[in-house]
Structures are given as structure tokens and as C-alpha cells.
């Protein structure tokens, strides 16, 4: 059930629907010769698009994702295992045999220097099927470090959870099952605030190491002009807002 309103709430509160629907429905006021209501909403409509197009908005939006990320990875600790979150796969450009990293890659390859250093003795890949014919996502992780030179033995794959609450219960089987005490997460950082509420809703508490940021500094960047790739950043930004309260909601993730 919770996979399900997950899934249509990402859908339903994607910022498009706010210039879509009042541009929409403006242009059929215009038809039925209400002008005023009209004109209204399809400014309305132009002015969401707009503001969320600007990238003084959309860097500041991703900023505030990744400001609340913090590492409290212990240098000094050699970890029993280290947990990876999918979301580094690209589905549509995968095939069976060859599989297409996403923008979140920088979760395998740092999670890999942790494996070769001796950072950590074991990890666990999480991530379930992505695509109809495919292999999991876990699967292709597993794949990625072993071709790597990991060692099998210590890549625990975990190939059923769709999402980051199923990330966090299915890792914390695993993790009991075989003893582990000193655990570290890596994910993306705007993403490690609802992955760490998420493990902490199942009991766990592990060292957090965020990774792959975008945005460290929203002054930095030279444009001014709306462009629509910045809309699509405005739009995953507070896309992960709203998947964060819906966790909290719903209690799959705890502050």
C-alpha cells in the first residue's frame, strides 16, 4: 500500500502539474470567454514555470536538500559492513548483459574505495528489479565490484527492496542475521536525510557517509536566465521534499 501512494504522490506533486493544469484550464476559460479567469491562471501557470526555471531557485532548492547531510563516518573504525542504496542504475539504458549508471554512481564507486581500502569487510548492495527482463539492481552492483576485484564472499546482495523503507528493513535482515555491529550507509546526499529516518523507523542507527552532492555552493553558478534543465533540478529537489514528509507521514521514517 505505502509502495503504491509513494508512487502516485511522486506523480501527482510534480511541480509540471502546477504549470500544466492552470495553463489547461486557463485555456479553456479563454474558450468559454472568461477572459479574466483565463488570463489568470494561465499567468499563474507561466509564473510556476518560470520561477522554478531560474537557477538562482533551483540551486538554492538542491542546496537546502544537501545542507541537512552530514558524515559521521569514523575514520578510525574499520566497519563490519557497509551498506549501499540502489538508485545508481539507469534502467532504460540498461540491458541484460550491460548495465547504464545514473547520476548517483558516485554511491558504487565510493562504497568500492571503501571495500579496497579496508574500510569496511563486507557490503550489502539493496536495490530490486527495475526493469521487465532485467536483472536487479543489486545484481548489477554486485556485478560492477566483483569485476572490480571484490572479493564474492563479501558482497551481500539484497535484491527485493523498491524503495528506500524497503531498503532499510531488508538491510537490517541481513544485518542481524550475520551479526554486524559496526555499520555505515552511503547514499547521495540529498538523499541521506529520508534514507537515515528510514533506518532509524526499523531500529538502526548507522554512520552516515553522504556522497555525490551537486550543489555546495548556489552562488557559484554564472547563469541567471531560466532554462528548462533547471526546472527539472527545481522539480526532483522538492519532489524528494515531498517524498520526505510522505515517509514521516506515514511513519516509514522517523527525525
Known amino acids: 500500500m505505502f509502495f503504491v501512494l509513494s508512487k502516485t504522490l511522486d506523480v501527482v506533486l ?3 502539474w502546477w504549470v500544466f493544469v492552470p495553463v489547461l484550464v486557463g485555456a479553456w476559460a479563454l474558450f468559454r470567454a472568461k477572459r479574466r479567469l483565463g488570463v489568470g491562471l494561465m499567468a499563474v501557470g507561466l509564473l510556476v514555470f518560470i520561477t522554478l526555471s531560474l537557477p538562482s ?3 538554492r532548492l538542491w542546496h537546502q536538500l544537501e545542507r541537512d547531510a552530514v558524515s559521521t563516518m569514523r575514520p578510525e573504525v574499520t566497519y563490519d559492513v557497509v551498506v549501499l542504496l540502489g538508485g545508481t542504475v539507469s534502467f532504460q539504458g540498461a540491458t541484460k ?3 547504464a549508471w545514473g547520476d548517483n554512481v558516485e554511491r558504487l564507486t565510493v ?3 571503501l571495500l579496497r581500502t579496508g574500510k569496511a569487510r563486507t557490503v550489502i548492495v539493496s536495490g530490486g528489479q527495475g526493469g521487465e527482463g532485467l536483472p536487479t539492481e543489486a545484481s548489477y552492483l554486485a556485478q560492477q565490484l566483483e569485476a572490480w576485484g571484490i572479493e564474492k564472499d563479501r ?3 539484497e535484491p527485493e527492496a523498491r524503495n528506500t523503507a524497503e531498503n532499510a528493513q531488508r538491510s537490517k ?3 542481524e542475521a550475520r551479526g554486524f555491529t559496526s555499520v555505515l550507509m552511503v547514499t547521495s546526499a540529498f538523499h541521506m536525510p529520508r534514507a537515515r529516518g528510514c533506518f532509524r523507523a526499523v531500529g538502526l542507527d548507522p554512520d ?4 555525490d552532492y551537486r550543489v555546495r555552493a548556489p552562488e557559484a553558478d554564472s547563469h541567471w536566465l531560466p532554462r528548462a534543465g533547471y526546472f527539472d533540478r527545481s522539480a526532483e ?3 524528494e521534499r515531498f517524498g520526505r514528509l510522505t515517509y514521516r507521514v506515514t511513519g516509514k521514517a522517523k527525525p
Request: glycine share 0%.
Open 155 to 157: 558482497i551481500l546482495i
Open 111 to 113: 562504497t568500492f574505495d
Open 97 to 99: 548483459d550491460t548495465v
Open 14 to 16: 510534480d511541480p509540471w
Open 57 to 59: 531557485v533551483a540551486n
Open 208 to 211: 552516515l557517509l553522504p556522497v
Open 237 to 239: 529537489a522538492l519532489r
Open 173 to 175: 535482515a541481513l544485518i
